[in-house]
């Protein structure tokens, strides 16, 4: 079976984008492929984080994997930081990845946009992230738009250590999902569902309420056009909510654009936050029932013992082949 890798930074509330992207994605690509899904906490530390907030939040993603349907037994779920071979091997491909790739990164370039200091590892933070991957030799990682260029990045630092050193990485393909894998704001459909907007209406967290779903569901933005229609270039705000429903109803597009053929928006607008709420609230209760448990402890323990029994021989591949002294 082909091997997968993927995770989700816990650095803020996890909002329906994550699902839509990653989460959905990840229930049912554990059938497919043998998977390994990871909490990043690593990379939630590239910019300061309250300790008592990250503490928590690693916990809630990992929650949130299996309150969605990974099955830990079949899937390896485990946290980065647990995992000492990510950062060994991520200082090894650092000497493989030039100084010109790192500063054509976009996120580096969007995130220290208009900042006098940065840490270094907000710089580098994409050899780790390749480190991630070729630690356990995943043959595909999911990628949602923004990500595509850091698997890029991944791509040519493995071949380039394959070329210098003997083949020792598997070169990974992306796998990009046509819809869900870009949620935009409800309030602006040019930007990213995001925590960090100010309008607290233009993003739904996994964890709301379903008055507040129904609430910001009602003042997302529409037009005057009227007609329920999937059109990204003429009806940008319409067509991110039809491919929320389509995420969390699991229909075609085409399905929903039938069903709402000639109602308008009101009745279109409630009717999605109603299938939002009911895909959620079996995910809430489960989450809560696990978040603070022994059992989480418990399945984190045991993926972490068992990526590191994945990644402990790739690295120490890496490590012979460069020359390094191993025993």
Not at 106 to 128: C, I, M, N, R
Not at 209 to 215: A, F, L, M
Not at 246 to 256: H, K, L, M, R
Request: glycine share 6%; net charge negative; charged share 25%.
């Amino acid at each position: 079976m082909q091997r997968l890798l993927s995770g989700i930074k816990p650095s803020g509330d996890l909002n329906i984008g994550g699902y839509g992207g990653a989460l959905r994605q990840y229930v049912k690509l554990q059938h497919e492929y043998e998977s390994y899904f990871f909490v990043p906490d690593l990379h939630a530390i590239t910019v300061y984080q309250d300790p008592v907030e990250l503490h928590q939040r690693t916990r809630d993603i990992a929650a949130l994997y299996i309150a969605s349907g990974i099955n830990p037994d079949k899937a390896t779920i485990f946290l980065q930081s647990q995992v000492p071979a990510h950062v060994e091997l991520g200082w090894l491909l650092e000497t493989q990845a030039h100084f010109g790739e790192l500063k054509r990164m976009t996120q580096f370039k969007e995130k220290s946009d208009g900042k006098d200091t940065v840490s270094s590892a907000l710089f580098t933070y994409p050899v780790l992230m390749a480190a991630d991957v070729l630690l356990y030799q995943a043959t595909h990682v999911p990628v949602g738009d923004d990500q595509k260029q850091h698997l890029e990045l991944t791509r040519d630092v493995a071949e380039r250590f394959n070329n210098r050193y003997g083949r020792t990485f598997t070169v990974p393909e992306p796998i990009i999902q046509d819809i869900g894998s870009r949620v935009m704001g409800l309030d602006d459909p040019s930007k990213k569902m995001s925590k960090s907007n100010p309008n607290k209406n233009s993003c739904v967290h996994m964890m709301d309420t379903p008055e507040d779903i129904r609430k910001k569901f009602s003042r997302a933005v529409t037009d005057s056009d009227g007609q329920v229609r999937h059109d990204w270039e003429q009806k940008p705000a319409v067509s991110n909510l039809i491919e929320i429903y389509s995420v969390f109803s699991e229909e075609a597009i085409s399905v929903i654009e039938k069903r709402y053929e000639g109602q308008g928006y009101g009745t279109f607008k409630k009717e999605l936050a109603e299938v939002v709420i009911e895909k959620l609230q079996p995910i809430q209760e489960r989450f809560h029932q696990i978040v603070n448990s022994s059992e989480l402890d418990r399945i984190l323990m045991d993926g972490a013992k068992r990526a590191s029994e994945t990644a402990g021989p790739t690295l120490l591949a890496a490590k012979k082949a460069m020359g390094l002294v191993t025993f």
